[in-house]
Structures are given as C-alpha cells and as structure tokens.
C-alpha cells in the first residue's frame, strides 16, 4: 500500500499524540541501563549487563529490575545487590518510602555431580501468598559511592538485599548458561550457599512497588533523574556503576511530533517549489 508523504506525517504525529496521551494516562516510566561493554572489579574485570524500569503513579513508584548477564564466573559477582534512584526535586529522606509489594522468580542453586544448576525447591517470592521471606529493604541515609548500605546518590532512596545479614540472600542472578541442559550455572560453593537466589532472564524482572506519604509530592508526572546499581554480595565502589537513562515518553512526543511535522512541511514545499524563495 502507498502511503504518501503527507499522510505519513499526519501517522507520525498521531503516534507522537498517542504516546503523550498514554504518557498523562499512566505516568511516567523511565528505563535506565548499564553502558555498553560494562564492566565491574571484583578480583578480576567482570562483564554486567542489566536494566531498570521505574514507573511513577500518585504516591507510588514501581521498580522492575532485569539481569541479562550470563554468571561466567562462580561468584556472587555478577549477581544484582542494589539499586539507587534520586527523583528530581525531591528528598528521599522525607518521603517515607515503604515498600508495598514484591514478586519474581526465587530458587536455590544446587550441585549434581560437580555441575551447579538451579531448582525452584518450591520457593514462591510474592508479597501476596508467598512462602519466603523477602531479604530487600529501603534505606534514604546518604553515605556516598562504595560504603555500606544506605543511598549512594544525595537526596536519593536505596532498594537492597544487603541489609546487614552476614551471608545475604536473594541476590539477582542473570540467566543460565548451560547450551545443552536447561538452568545450568558455574557457581562455586559461595554463591550456592547464598541460595535462595532471585533469578532474570532477557522475558522477566523482579518487581518492587514503592509507597510514599500522601501528599509526597510524587506524582505521575515525577522525574527519575538519575539511578546507580550495585553488583556482589558487599558494597564496594569497584562494583557499582552509574546507570544511562533512554529517552522517557514525552521525549519521544517531541521527536515523533517534529518528525511529523517535517515530513508535512516537505510535502508542502515540494508540492509549491516557490514556497522557500523569496520575493
């Protein structure tokens, strides 16, 4: 089917209007992942790749977050420990956070034979019905970059599993990496014994829905500004990063709108050449 140019300007701002309308209707959601090649050192350079997504609502935040690394090394290294967020204008110290609810795939690692591989043992992580205790917490303390727990971005709030327990637990592990067998890992006897372990694949996240105070401020239209991740299973500022933001909704209502428009505005000219002469 031939689309002339004026008619694909007129669906490209339809669209741009579409996301705005879906923008106003369901809140902001913005996504923030690690660079490209992104690495972390733990004893070694180690590859990590995730991602988060925030999802803003009236006194409410809703935290996704996926592990795409394959674990290549045995350790707790490339497991996800913490992840940081500053909304902007707002101090997260005096918002409240409480955290409201939680769910995601939860299991344990095992070894058969001297090959490490996940089970689900029965374990359900869900805030609703589930039947294992959740391990993560909020902190709005500043301490900075690589120091213990509590928010490594001013004015920031922090989600952890590393709450002060001395061998942590439900740690983000990233998908399998066995070719032939399903869930097979190389974990060596440390990670296996900080099971039960959360787990991520390229299809699914961990989910955290954050409350505030009414009358917080947050609303469907706050801004994450910024937002930090922590790798292994102890704070350290050799396996944290800082984490790139993609464009939210209304900036891609912009870029689709101007698109839109100039696509018209050619259509226009080639239509009337004397149009950008002048008189």
């Not at 089970?119 to 959740?134: Q, R």
């Not at 917490?137 to 213990?148: D, E, L, Q, R």
């Amino acid at each position: 089917m031939y689309v002339n140019r004026r008619t694909a300007g007129a669906l490209v701002v339809a669209l741009g209007l579409a996301l705005c309308s879906a923008r106003s209707a369901f809140g902001n959601t913005y996504v923030f992942n690690t660079a490209p090649g992104a690495t972390v050192n733990s004893g070694g350079t180690l590859p990590v790749d995730a991602t988060v997504e925030f999802i803003t609502a009236l006194n409410q935040i809703t935290i996704r977050i996926t592990n795409l690394q394959q674990e290549t090394t045995g350790t707790a290294a490339q497991t996800i420990s913490a992840v940081d967020f500053h909304l902007q204008g707002l101090n997260g110290g005096a918002l409240n956070p409480t955290l409201f609810s939680y769910q995601g795939e939860i299991g344990d690692l095992h070894t058969l034979f001297g090959q490490p591989y996940w089970e689900n043992d029965g374990l359900v992580y869900n805030s609703t019905g589930g039947n294992v205790g959740n391990q993560w917490s909020i902190y709005t303390n500043y301490v900075g970059p690589g120091s213990s727990r509590g928010a490594q971005i001013q004015g920031g709030i922090q989600l952890t599993a590393l709450n002060g327990a001395t061998n942590p637990t439900e740690l983000i592990l990233g998908p399998p990496n066995g070719h032939f067998i399903a869930d097979l890992y190389t974990a060596n006897s440390g990670l296996i014994g900080e099971s039960p372990l959360l787990r991520t694949d390229t299809t699914t996240y961990i989910e955290y829905v954050i409350h505030f105070t009414p009358g917080s401020g947050v609303t469907s239209s706050t801004v994450v500004d910024s937002a930090r991740m922590s790798w292994n299973n102890a704070f350290n500022a050799q396996t944290e990063l800082n984490l790139q933001g993609t464009p939210e909704p209304g900036t891609w209502c912009l870029i689709l709108g101007g698109l839109g428009a100039f696509a018209v505005r050619n259509r226009i000219r080639t239509r009337n050449p004397r149009s950008g002469q002048k008189r």
